[in-house]
T-cell receptor, first 119, second 116 residues
């Protein structure tokens, strides 16, 4: 079974600085999706960024970027120019590719990293 | 707004009782997932339905059951409730029949269950 590990329960960063959240995963599959979700105090799950395993290029969304190392099974999230609104729990998640006959597979989540932004 | 609707948003009940949580997926989404998030914990996968049929099961207790109806909405039934069942229950949907699938799950705002 696939597993996702986030080794940093808590991180903090000064406003406007850069922070990197770590994530590793275990799978025997060659094609899959990886995600970072943000959960602010409102508890809503918000997609931050998505990476398809077959793509070599690291995904980027504005101030958020990933470092995807497929061989190492590592998927870290870098937040540049941190803002107070970035304070949240961040979850790394893995998903198998869709299987048309059986329907899409579930997301497997890591335990999360609580990010604090210091003004 | 993800397009996924969950009701009720908050629910307080007593031990031993039974509750039903409801989820309406995004328009056109065929898959529905249920997740449980206890306080300051990660999301634990409970169960998945695809077009009305159960497709994957996680660590769902025997006291819990779910179903997906022909109109694709889903219900999660929790019975003989215990204090430890207090949690945020998320519904998510994906696999749209009309648009390309991005692999993303779209989450509702969750139903917060408190068992006293």
């Amino acid at each position: 079974a696939q597993t996702v590990t986030q080794s940093q329960p808590e991180m903090s960063v000064q406003e406007a600085e850069t922070v990197t959240l770590s994530c590793t995963y275990d799978t025997s599959e060659s094609d899959y999706y990886l995600f970072w979700y943000k959960q602010p105090p409102s508890r809503q799950m918000i997609l931050v960024i998505r990476q398809e395993a077959y793509k070599q290029q690291n995904a980027t969304e504005n101030r958020f970027s990933v470092n995807f190392q497929k061989a190492a099974k590592s998927f870290s999230l870098k937040i540049s120019d941190s803002q107070l609104g970035d304070a949240a729990m961040y979850f790394c998640a893995y998903r198998s590719p869709d299987m048309i006959i059986q329907g899409a597979q579930k997301l497997v989540f890591g335990q999360g990293t609580r990010l604090t932004i210091n003004p | 707004d993800s397009g996924v609707t969950q009701t009720p948003k908050h629910l307080i009940t007593a031990t031993g009782q039974r509750v039903t949580l409801r989820c309406s997926p995004r328009s056109g989404d065929l898959s529905v997932y249920w997740y449980q998030q206890s306080l300051d914990q990660g999301l634990q996968f409970l169960i998945q339905y695809y077009n009305g049929e159960e497709r994957a099961k996680g660590n769902i207790l025997e006291r819990f059951s779910a179903q997906q109806f022909p109109d694709l909405h889903s219900e999660l039934n929790l019975s003989s409730l215990e204090l430890g069942d207090s949690a945020l229950y998320f519904c998510a949907s994906s696999v749209n029949r009309h648009t390309a699938n991005t692999g993303e799950l779209f989450f509702g705002e969750g139903s917060r269950l408190t068992v006293l």
